[in-house]
């Protein structure tokens, strides 16, 4: 369970620090931005269905942005749910269009990867659940292969705890047999190629944009070459780009694998959404070990 949480813990670390460098050194609360908040929106409809409804998520997706919980969403999620808002029906509301390759479902996808972890889930079935979390908001293939890396990382993390090539290996073994070849498993390939190469120079040739190619070498980099989470998120800063998701992103693999290693208490006890992670998480486990 504390990796599980840490999942979540580091995620929202990597999600605030991205976006506010400067409360590292403060003594400030450490906010979500919507990284974050979809993430425990999609696990908190997990823990309260048992199960992954699309249609849950979308409304409460949806209620979020209404509310102002959910702020500064990307152009598709927003676009996707006005659609919702107007058709109530998550299978039509992901936007289908060539720009539409962002991070959007890469940046939420975590909690299906403990999801499948805690399900044992068949491959078929992991799959299309992350297929149907992704068509909520982008209908795009490049964006569910990206979220499907993600979740299948955390999944193996959290599983088999390899080290850390090996665990990437089998990440895009797994997207070569599911039909993958496209150029967000090429990310993933050049970012185990670049492993020894200088941190910037290797980052700045990956991208860290938003663009999800980008967002997938990016965070298979950091989570390859980093020992230390903070050191990461330093490198990351210094580069530039799509930092609060990338760091979101990172902190997921991150966390699954590492668990809090190495992560000042003072920081993680700042987070605004610790004492939620920490409730949504043991809720979920009491499902599986009641
Ligand atoms: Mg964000």
């Not at 299978?91 to 390759?101: E, H, L, Q, V």
Request: with cysteine; net charge negative.
């Amino acid at each position: 369970m504390e990796k599980v949480k840490a999942t979540f813990l580091l995620h929202a670390l990597g999600d605030g620090l991205g976006e506010y460098p400067h409360l590292r050194e403060d003594k400030k609360p450490i906010p979500p931005t919507d990284d974050t908040v979809m993430t425990l929106a999609l696990l908190e409809v997990l823990v309260e269905e048992r199960k992954h409804n699309p249609q849950r998520v979308a409304q409460k997706y949806l209620s979020y942005l209404r509310e102002g919980i959910l702020k500064k969403v990307g152009y598709t999620t927003l676009e996707a749910l006005k659609k919702f808002e107007k058709t109530q029906n998550w299978f039509y509301s992901g936007i289908a269009c060539k720009r539409c390759a962002g991070n959007g479902v890469a940046m939420r996808i975590s909690p299906l990867g403990v999801w499948a972890y805690l399900r044992n889930l068949p491959l078929e079935e992991f799959f299309e659940t992350v297929r149907a979390e992704g068509y909520i908001t982008h209908r795009n293939e490049l964006a569910i292969s990206g979220a499907f890396a993600v979740a299948y990382a955390v999944y193996l993390n959290l599983k088999e705890n390899l080290p850390k090539e090996e665990t990437v290996k089998r990440v895009l073994l797994t997207m070569e047999h599911l039909g993958m070849e496209n150029p967000v498993k090429e990310a993933v390939e050049n970012a185990l190629n670049l492993k020894g190469l200088d941190g910037k120079d290797a980052l700045r040739r990956l991208g860290s944009g938003g663009y999800i190619v980008e967002t997938i070498g990016a965070v298979f980099y950091l989570f390859l070459s980093q020992e230390d989470f903070l050191e990461g998120l330093d490198l990351l800063l210094e580069v530039g780009g799509d930092t609060d998701t990338v760091g979101a992103i990172f902190g997921s693999l991150y966390g699954s694998l590492h668990g809090l290693k190495n992560i000042p208490e003072n920081l993680i006890s700042r987070l605004e959404v610790k004492e939620k992670i920490e409730q949504l998480t043991e809720k979920l486990f009491s499902h599986f070990h009641p």
